[in-house]
């Protein structure tokens, strides 16, 4: 018995279709989201349960948790994402899920679920890497928006520029040799004393706070786009405790701001640099860190100043939201590219 329940032609019927309505869902991590999206572009419905409360006490996601959270809320989730766009299962198209990367017993949950309901709907399943998702939340934000572009990612587990083509080809220009940046920010905003999740917490402390009160060093990297944040990181490390063991006064702020200009310093130069060698017209910024408004503030200056048109997704559907898995589902509809029902999730699965 085969379990490819749609084949390209019959994919290709479905995208002559006016109104293509997908459900996306997401559990690669600590949120429960499912989201109804038209036509790749229209955002009909984005629920999210977010996690947090579960694992602050821990100090962060604790996988087993964060998979029974995920069982226990997907269909509520599901549910409520349905009632708000004014939809019932019957008028979904297709349903698209994220099958990596990400914690294989938070992923296996919502790729569970989609495939029994892409099954009993007799629907086409659609499997969504979660970083073409946050890249493919730009085309919520942006309707007009299309690649080729330039695409800087930076979530908790990534920091990539990389290059997409018009055909949603996706090819790796520079990446971190270690830590993530917003693996960076969570760590400093852990000895800051600040709680999970830091990176948020960092940013709005670092708005009261002197951007040059600690001076850190600048990451060298061995390819000229790539980054490097651990260096970093143990310099402020090393700072801070330096300043405990000596009870020398410090001033929170001013730590977050410094720890925080040194990160964005070298996201916005190394991506300029990027987008200027390789001659890119459009900029996207894509994922969790996304949301920080130093960055923001930074690249639309930088932008500005070289002649690069700027995208940013909205600050609502930076975080994970299943949205961006719905629109990035619906690329691949018109791609012709659906998945099986042997379908596993994968959670080192790369996109570059
Ligand atoms: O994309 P995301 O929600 O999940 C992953 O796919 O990893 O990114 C989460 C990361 C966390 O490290 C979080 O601390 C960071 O993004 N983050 C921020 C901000 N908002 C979220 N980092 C710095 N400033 C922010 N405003
Ligand atoms: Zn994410």
Redesign the pocket.
Known sequence: MTFVQYSRNELANLRDKKDLLVLGIETS?DETAASVVQNGREILSNSVYSQIALHTIYGGVVPEIASRAHVEKIDVVVGQALRDAGKTFGDIDAVAVTYGPGLVGALLVGVSYAKALAYSLKKPLIAVN?IEG?ICANYLTYRDLNPSCLCLVV???HSHIIAVGADDSYHLIGCTQDDAA??A??KAARVLGLSY????A??KLAQDGDDMALQLPRPKTQGKYDFSFSGLKTAFINALHTMKQQKKEYVPQDMAASFRHAVVESLVEKTMLAAKDTGAGKLLLA???S???LLRKRMEEACGQNGIQLYMPDVSL???NAAMIAAAGYRKIIRGEAADLYLNAVPSLRLV
């Open positions: 991590c979660h946050h979530s908790g587990g917003g693996e920010f969570d999740p830091g990176g948020p960092l940013d994922g969790g860190v949301a920080n408004r930076c975080g994970d």
